[in-house]
């Protein structure tokens, strides 16, 4: 009787082991992804045209490009996936702010649509890791460098 008391104990034991942190664990995973943050030196203009250059060179298409508001949206080519007839798209929404002359914060969230699985349907999630994130803040810097941010004369 003993041993089944013990043996009852440690399995409760071990049951709720690390259960303090399993809310904050379970909250992260669950929570809207914060914005990748960089902030650049140039003026609120010049990273604007930087940003978008940025896009372009990385093939996304500017959907929304909105100056006043400092709002950038752009999406890539749809990408055929693994399953038949499935595919996948990524969209990035960029939120410039910062004093005219600058230093720019750029704030990028990117998300990632999938459709084919035919288990979970359609699906769009925001992604707290990837590389696209340090692949277009590494082009607005190129830009920035390279006077893409420039105004054109047109």
Same mark, same amino acid.
């Given at each position: 009787?003993?041993f !089944?008391?013990?043996? #009852?104990? #440690? ?7 690390g259960c303090?942190?399993?809310p904050?664990r379970v909250g992260?995973? !669950?929570a809207? =992804?914060?914005?990748?943050l960089?902030?650049?030196q140039g003026? %609120?203009?010049?990273?604007f045209?930087a940003?978008? &250059?940025? #896009? ?11 100056? %006043?508001?400092?709002k950038i949206?752009?999406?890539s080519?749809i990408?055929?996936?693994d399953s #038949?007839?499935?595919?996948?798209q !990524? ?5 410039l702010s910062g =004093?005219?002359?600058g =230093?720019?914060e750029?704030?990028?969230i990117l998300?990632e649509?999938t459709?084919g699985?035919?288990r979970?349907?359609?699906?769009? &999630?925001a ?6 994130y340090?692949?277009?803040f590494?082009?607005?810097e ?8 420039a =105004?054109?004369?047109?």
């Amino acid at each position: 009787m003993r041993f !089944f008391q013990l043996l #009852l104990g #440690l399995g409760f034991a071990a049951a709720t082991a690390g259960c303090d942190s399993m809310p904050t664990r379970v909250g992260e995973r !669950f929570a809207a =992804p914060q914005p990748k943050l960089q902030v650049f030196q140039g003026s %609120a203009n010049a990273t604007f045209a930087a940003a978008q &250059a940025a #896009l372009r060179r990385l093939d996304f298409t500017l959907t929304t490009s909105a100056l %006043a508001q400092g709002k950038i949206e752009a999406r890539s080519r749809i990408i055929p996936g693994d399953s #038949l007839g499935g595919a996948r798209q !990524f969209t990035f929404s960029l939120q410039l702010s910062g =004093p005219a002359e600058g =230093p720019t914060e750029v704030a990028a969230i990117l998300k990632e649509g999938t459709e084919g699985d035919f288990r979970a349907g359609p699906t769009a &999630a925001a992604l707290r890791e990837h590389g696209l994130y340090a692949a277009l803040f590494a082009g607005v810097e190129a830009a920035l460098k390279d006077g893409a941010g420039a =105004p054109s004369a047109r």
